[in-house]
């Protein structure tokens, strides 16, 4: 099965026919009509062999009020599943996934193979992206079988969620290694104006067959692991903005980047550590 999908994905994303069929496929129209699909009774009838398919463990999530396809791929996990790491200094991921890590230097995060974003045309605002230069971007990258709600990373407040409409690409590297993903799919950002680690960017960026994202709130007062938002059905990704000398990242993890490997992360487990000066 993995195989085929490979195929496919090499036959959208590098042939000339391809292409324009993916014109078709990463349009929000047709997100937008999957997604309204996968929220009907009648979906439900895919729950059982997606989560075979997936080898997803059903015993660990709340499923006993699931009426949709969409009600499960959202579905709450339990809490003893995704403990919280509550050590004020601990910065710890806000979703479950495949983490990569980048510098960003003059506004520009290069990932290994792939194309190059700006983070102004990230987030579409070149002030904002200038407090940004020479620190840190984290990439978590979810797959459909991860936990799709995401938690507050730390305690504090925010203002209004930023939407930036856009096309839906997957966010399989395949496509990241054609296009700007990141720049050109459907997101939104909000800054997190945290306790222990300045002002975070949190980004949730929409891909292919996403129906929606999902933030619970506005501006708000939060708390460290309480639920942010959720995405519907499909793959997705965080994106995290730190400030310079906010967090220490070990140089391991920038290292399995650049050799194109993924940091495998649960919701509310550790990432880096709040930042002291190295001798």
């Given at each position: 099965m993995a195989?085929?999908e490979?195929?496919?994905?090499?036959?959208?994303?590098?042939?000339?026919?391809?292409?324009?069929?993916?014109?078709?496929?990463?349009?929000p129209f047709?997100?937008?009509?999957?997604?309204?699909?996968l929220?009907t009774?009648?979906?439900?009838?895919?729950?059982?062999?997606?989560?075979?398919?997936?080898?997803i463990?059903?015993?660990?999530?709340?499923?006993?009020?699931?009426?949709s396809?969409?009600d499960f791929?959202?579905?709450?996990?339990?809490?003893d599943k995704?403990?919280?790491?509550?050590?004020?200094?601990?910065?710890?991921?806000?979703?479950?996934g495949?983490?990569?890590?980048y510098?960003?230097k003059?506004?520009l995060?290069?990932p290994v193979?792939?194309?190059?974003?700006?983070i102004?045309?990230?987030?579409?605002?070149?002030?904002?992206?200038k407090?940004?230069?020479?620190?840190?971007?984290?990439?978590i990258?979810?797959?459909?079988?991860?936990y799709h709600?995401y938690?507050?990373l730390d305690?504090?407040?925010k203002?209004?969620?930023?939407?930036?409409?856009?096309?839906?690409?997957?966010?399989r590297?395949?496509?990241?290694a054609?296009?700007?993903?990141?720049?050109?799919?459907?997101?939104e950002?909000?800054?997190?104006?945290?306790?222990?680690?300045?002002?975070?960017i949190?980004?949730?960026?929409?891909a292919?067959?996403?129906?929606?994202?999902?933030?619970?709130?506005?501006?708000?007062?939060?708390?460290?692991?309480?639920?942010k938002g959720m995405?519907?059905f499909?793959?997705?990704t965080?994106?995290l903005?730190?400030?310079?000398n906010?967090?220490?990242?070990?140089?391991?993890y920038f290292?399995l980047?650049?050799?194109?490997?993924e940091?495998d992360?649960?919701?509310g487990?550790k990432?880096?550590?709040?930042?002291?000066?190295k001798n």
């Amino acid at each position: 099965m993995a195989k085929q999908e490979g195929l496919t994905l090499r036959f959208l994303y590098n042939t000339v026919v391809g292409r324009g069929v993916l014109k078709i496929f990463i349009s929000p129209f047709v997100s937008k009509m999957g997604g309204f699909i996968l929220s009907t009774r009648l979906s439900k009838l895919a729950v059982k062999n997606f989560a075979k398919k997936n080898n997803i463990n059903v015993d660990e999530y709340y499923v006993d009020d699931i009426k949709s396809f969409n009600d499960f791929f959202a579905r709450r996990v339990k809490e003893d599943k995704r403990p919280i790491d509550m050590v004020k200094n601990d910065f710890i991921s806000p979703a479950d996934g495949h983490l990569s890590f980048y510098k960003i230097k003059d506004d520009l995060v290069i990932p290994v193979k792939q194309s190059m974003f700006s983070i102004s045309s990230l987030l579409q605002n070149e002030e904002i992206a200038k407090k940004y230069d020479d620190g840190i971007c984290i990439v978590i990258r979810l797959c459909v079988d991860n936990y799709h709600r995401y938690c507050y990373l730390d305690d504090g407040s925010k203002g209004e969620n930023i939407f930036i409409p856009g096309k839906l690409h997957t966010v399989r590297p395949i496509a990241l290694a054609n296009i700007p993903v990141f720049t050109e799919n459907a997101r939104e950002y909000t800054i997190l104006n945290t306790k222990n680690f300045g002002d975070v960017i949190q980004v949730e960026v929409g891909a292919l067959m996403v129906g929606k994202i999902k933030n619970n709130h506005e501006e708000h007062e939060f708390k460290r692991g309480e639920e942010k938002g959720m995405f519907l059905f499909g793959g997705s990704t965080i994106m995290l903005l730190v400030e310079k000398n906010k967090i220490n990242i070990p140089d391991e993890y920038f290292d399995l980047t650049s050799n194109e490997q993924e940091l495998d992360i649960k919701m509310g487990e550790k990432i880096a550590l709040k930042y002291t000066k190295k001798n």
